[in-house]
């Protein structure tokens, strides 16, 4: 059994993290640090509740954290967590910069530990459709590929998120979801152009992007924003063969929301009215979404702990997303269109994980 610690107890604590770890047998939720520790205790009286995130990672018995603090506090959680020997998963972004993240890396690495970033739209119901048609190439050679996060969002709300900070934002938040799904599925572009923008009245920080990643063969395009009171053109994708469209977001996070579990037979999967349109010369068709699975997430945190399988998100990833999400800034400051730095040699990617640190 994995005993785990969660660190901040915000929305993405209770609507993915902690159902998620609850209804799995390989876990053990047993403790949570948050400065709502009154509430919790009645909440949850069979788990430890500290008010700092220090004494979780200094007395609680945990062998994973779990860490949902706002987006400017993961590198010192990590690091001190990983520093006291436990292996760690973090909300995306996995920090606010490259240079720290590849440090986190390099600490889980040394420590034989593992180190995870909770990129879960990889098991999105709709990603994993455009991910089975680019595989069996029912599009043909890809030529463009849209994915977009459009909300209706026209007021500046008092959220850390929303508020002027490094890494806040919705390029940082929302982007890193988009950035992550287009690297799983191309690698790193050769170049890209960006404009990140706050466009809403009083808004301090970015609320609008529009990016583009240049690769050799074919165009990229992540774009949100929070003036679209229409559905959400989820994604577009261009080919030789046909294109296909596919409107709407995922239904797990409304589902998680409502107090469905992933063990419900309903659970990740989508209306038929919803259903992406596959498009070639002469006609067209209905393509049924895969039913999303956010739980295969903590299924690989805890095959990779305890039997020392693949880590379901390399930590190396999340430090390529903080590249991509960094040269985007710049791109949009500068007005200038900026190559892409070839990843990291495999050599300096973490070591496997030892299984006893799951035990």
Known sequence: MIKVGVIGCGYSAKTFHIPLITVSDSFELTAISSSQGQALKSQFPHVSVFDRAEDL???????????????????????????????????????????????????????????????????????????????????????????????????????WREQPGQGSGIWFDLGSHLVDQALNLFGLPEALTARCLPLREGSKTTDYFHVQLHYKNHEVVLHASSFSAAPNNRFRIEGTKGSFTKYGLDPQEQQLKNGAIPNDSHYGVEDELNYGRLYSE???????????????????????????????????????????LELAEESSANGIRLAVPKAIPESLQPASVDSTNGQ
């Not at 987006?71 to 959680?77: G, L, Q, R």
Request: glycine content about 6%; hydrophobic content about 40%.
């Open 57 to 159: 990672i200094a007395n609680a018995d945990v062998n994973l954290v779990v860490i949902t603090a706002p987006n400017n506090n993961h590198y010192p959680i990590a690091k001190k967590s990983l520093e006291n020997g436990l292996n760690v998963i973090v909300e995306k972004p996995m920090v606010t910069n490259s240079a720290e993240a590849q440090k986190l890396v390099n600490i889980a690495r040394q420590g034989s530990l593992l180190l995870s970033v909770f990129h879960n739209r990889r098991w999105d119901g709709d990603f994993l459709t455009v991910k089975r048609l680019i595989a069996n190439q029912r599009l043909g050679d890809l030529r463009l590929f849209e994915s977009h996060f459009d909300r209706f969002r026209p007021s500046v709300r008092q959220r």
């Open 282 to 324: 002469s006609s067209s068709e209905p393509i049924e979404t895969d039913q999303g699975c956010y739980q295969q997430y903590y299924i690989g945190i805890s095959a990779a702990l305890e039997s020392g399988a693949d880590n379901p998100v390399n930590p190396q990833d999340g430090v390529e997303v903080l590249k991509i």
